[in-house]
């Protein structure tokens, strides 16, 4: 299948899920991360805010500012940039960019060792990723090359497929996490 007929097939299915099936599943999938080696040792962690069906970070953040961790979502700006702002509340989060949430202003997180969350559609078993065509965070993480990022990614069970056809740019994640637990690729590494 293309990258356009996977982006179809799961879409479909995500609309399919209720809005009490998305709010269990994710809160299963946050357990999973928040106890995790990588998570309790990360110090800086930039999740995305979801939307769409997408698996909700909400627990994840919370949980991530009572464990005192320095935390950061993404703002898009007008030129298909993407930066993340630090945020300690949600009371600065508003609609933005494809009615994604996103903070309306703050200060931009520059850490240098980063556990970051990754959104995407579609994923395989080689951990190859494909996000929803902007290419984001391909272009994030080519401008912070100086950085390391662990790359996590949380996925309902059909998101996942045998293989996917990929691009030179396209960055694949570290791990990523389902109802079933967490799946980390040969690469992985945990020494945040």
């Not at 991530?64 to 703002?75: H, Q």
């Not at 494809?98 to 200060?107: A, F, L, Q, T």
């Not at 100086?146 to 570290?174: G, P």
Request: hydrophobic share 35%; proline share 4%; glycine share 6%.
């Amino acid at each position: 299948m293309t990258k356009k007929e996977l982006r179809a097939m799961v879409s479909a299915k995500k609309k399919l899920l209720s809005h009490e099936e998305i709010e269990s599943y994710s809160k299963k999938v946050c357990d999973i991360l928040i106890q995790q080696p990588f998570y309790k040792s990360a110090k800086a962690i930039y999740p995305y805010l979801a939307y769409n069906q997408e698996i909700i970070t909400t627990p994840l953040i919370e949980q991530a500012w009572r464990d005192g961790k320095t935390v950061a979502v993404p703002k898009t700006g007008d030129d298909r940039s993407m930066e993340f702002i630090r945020i300690s509340s949600f009371e600065n989060v508003e609609l933005g960019y494809c009615d994604i949430p996103e903070p309306v202003s703050g200060e931009i997180a520059d850490d240098k060792d980063v556990l970051i969350l990754m959104p995407g559609l579609v994923f395989d078993k080689d951990f190859n990723r494909i996000g929803y065509g902007g290419g984001y965070y391909d272009r994030y993480l080519d401008r912070k090359s100086d950085c390391r990022f662990l790359k996590v990614s949380f996925a309902y069970d059909f998101q996942i497929v045998d293989h996917i056809e990929t691009e030179e740019h396209d960055y694949k994640v570290d791990a990523i996490i389902t109802a079933d637990g967490c799946k980390f690729s040969p690469n992985f590494r945990d020494n945040l």
